[in-house]
């Protein structure tokens, strides 16, 4: 009886930024360093657009981690902004569903998408003749569609049970975004169970991922160790430390946001992560490929060479 007059709430407010002491310079650093993304990944996705030389089976999957970096800040920052300049927090329901649908989308394609491009180092560099067989266009689409549909049916499943609880024990919610934790704490439903579902979600997209890559730059490091030339393995290893530097910021934002129990949600530290998960990726990831990558330098070159006025 007492269920039945419980109310579940259908609207919430993001009040995340009003409880920290300097929102306005938080607010601009974020916006500032969205910016840097935004542009650092366009640029590099018009270079591998552009440029033939970039038309290969590492650029590809590295356009494609442009696109999810871009997705991830329009997805959270323009909502965050909304907030911030009219002080208007209200959310819908369906609008925090579906704002925790993308960014998790969003985020397990990345997870997914770091473990293929090793897989592609791998290849390349342990099975080089093998190379344009196991890495032809039609398998690198395959593993494209692959990334984005799992992710999305993964992610889905969260997304519809989280739709279907109900909400009765406030409808504020203590964050800029809304984000999975923030919102399972204010429901009146028991998600014990559930959180082992979460539990077994995060070793899939995030252990097992964590595996493969080690395993692939394990075998990496032991063909680099064999090489005989310097120049062979000085390329390899350019190549490869890139692709380690943005795993190693991704994984380790990621286990931080993610790892932690819904019992145990801190709303300050869920703020600091999701700005290093959201924003601080997507930032850095375009300056890691460009400044160790021989081949983007080379491609941004020949543009400014050809159009002077960039």
């Not at 552009?50 to 323009?78: E, K």
């Not at 009219?86 to 369906?94: E, K, N, V």
């Not at 109900?166 to 028991?190: G, Q, W």
Request: hydrophobic content about 50%; charged content about 10%.
């Amino acid at each position: 009886m007492e269920n039945e007059n419980v109310t579940s709430w259908t609207e919430f407010h993001l009040i995340g930024l009003s409880h920290l002491k300097s929102p306005t310079v938080f607010f601009v650093i974020v916006l500032f360093m969205s910016l840097i993304a935004l542009t650092g990944n366009s640029l590099l996705l018009f270079l591998i657009q552009m440029d033939s030389s970039l038309h290969t089976p590492m650029y590809f999957f590295l356009s494609q981690l442009s696109c999810v970096d871009m997705g991830q800040i329009l997805i959270v920052v323009p909502k965050m902004s909304v907030i911030f300049l009219t002080q208007r927090t209200t959310i819908s329901l369906g609008g925090c569903v579906a704002q925790i649908f993308l960014t998790l989308t969003m985020g397990t394609s990345e997870c997914f998408l770091l473990t293929v491009m090793s897989y592609d180092r791998y290849v390349a560099i342990c099975r080089p003749l093998q190379y344009p067989i196991l890495m032809r266009r039609t398998i690198c689409l395959l593993m494209s569609v692959g990334i984005w549909s799992s992710s999305s049916l993964i992610i889905m499943v969260i997304a519809i049970y989280v739709q279907s609880l109900p909400y009765c024990r406030s409808n504020v919610i203590d964050h800029f975004v809304c984000e999975f934790p923030a919102l399972m704490k204010l429901t009146c439903a028991d998600t014990s169970g559930f959180e082992k579902v979460i539990y077994i979600d995060n070793v899939l997209i995030i252990l097992l991922p964590i595996l493969v890559i080690i395993f692939s730059y394990i075998a990496i490091l032991v063909q680099i160790l064999n090489m005989h030339s310097t120049e062979g393995r000085h390329k390899a290893l350019g190549t490869c430390v890139s692709h380690l530097c943005v795993v190693s910021i991704f994984y380790g934002a990621s286990i931080l946001t993610y790892s932690t129990p819904v019992s145990s949600y801190s709303a300050r530290k869920s703020m600091i992560y999701s700005i290093c998960i959201t924003v601080v990726p997507p930032m850095l990831n375009p300056f890691i490929y460009s400044l160790r990558n021989r081949d983007v330098i080379a491609a941004l070159r020949k543009l400014l060479v050809r159009h002077p006025s960039y």
